[in-house]
Nanobody, 125 residues
């Protein structure tokens, strides 16, 4: 059974940090690209960051560049999103996704193979 399970969300004050994790199971994680997306209330799900199977090919949305860092540990079959200098506008449900063909802002979200259930991040002002 394929699973992506996010954790690490919560409530944090503006300027604070959180580290999200995405634990994978049921597929060969080390051969898949992975990425992070977020969806705020009333808005479409948007790309946040992507990383290829080997840890390269990293890309970020302009809104998080310089504040967020995506990484992965294939030995632990887990991906991460380190979020620093958080702002109230970062408040959203954060989802991880995995796909064998890559994840970037250019790829349609509907074509990505696996998704997690999401974790809530709330940033207070």
């Amino acid at each position: 059974q394929v699973q992506l399970v996010e954790s690490g969300g919560g409530l944090v004050q503006a300027g604070g940090s959180l580290r999200l994790s995405c634990a994978a199971s049921g597929f060969t994680f080390s051969t898949y690209a992975m990425g992070w997306f977020r969806q705020a209330p009333g808005k479409e799900r948007e790309f946040v960051a992507g990383i290829n199977w080997s840890g390269g090919g990293i890309s970020y949305s302009d809104s998080v560049k310089g504040r967020f860092t995506i990484s992965r540990d294939n030995a632990k079959v887990t991906g991460y999103l380190q979020m620093n200098s958080l702002k109230p506008e970062d408040t959203a449900v954060y989802y991880c996704a995995a796909d064998p063909l890559g994840i970037s802002a250019a790829r349609s979200k509907s074509r990505l193979r696996y998704w997690g259930q999401g974790t809530q991040v709330t940033v207070s002002s």
